[in-house]
């Protein structure tokens, strides 16, 4: 069994900066692949990023991709989610997940969750 917390939301003007942390517990942190997702108020959870077990292989959703960067560091347990040029859009409540697939954007794919952090972007 795995737990998860985040950290790292806030308030932040459009254009600003945010790094969310995911620190994980109770498992074998390198044998997940992890991922970033997002729930907005009104909105489906939605698939934000991804990073493979030995962090060699990222994916990122298009509304994100060349501002948002996924990293992990196995030895701390703890997956990064450093947020760049935020926009309004990118509101959300943040939650990390962890998944025994190597590859996957689905989030009936990951089996652990954390409990979310809230980021809001003001503009």
């Known amino acids: 069994q795995v737990q998860l917390v985040e950290s790292g939301g806030g308030s932040v003007q459009a254009g600003g900066t945010l790094r969310l942390s995911c620190a994980a517990s109770g498992g074998t942190f390198s044998s997940y692949t992890m991922g970033w997702f997002r729930r907005a108020p009104g909105k489906e959870r939605e698939f934000v990023a991804r990073i493979t077990r030995s962090g060699s292989n990222t994916g990122y959703a298009d509304s994100v991709k060349g501002r948002f960067t996924i990293s992990r560091d196995n030895s701390e347990n703890t997956v990064y989610l450093q947020m760049n040029s935020l926009k309004p859009e990118d509101t959300a409540v943040y939650f990390c997940?962890?998944?025994?697939?190597?590859?996957?954007?689905?989030?009936?794919?990951?089996?652990?969750w954390g409990q979310g952090t809230q980021v809001t972007v003001s503009s």
């Open positions: 997940a962890a998944t025994s697939l190597l590859f996957s954007r689905r989030y009936t794919d990951y089996d652990y």
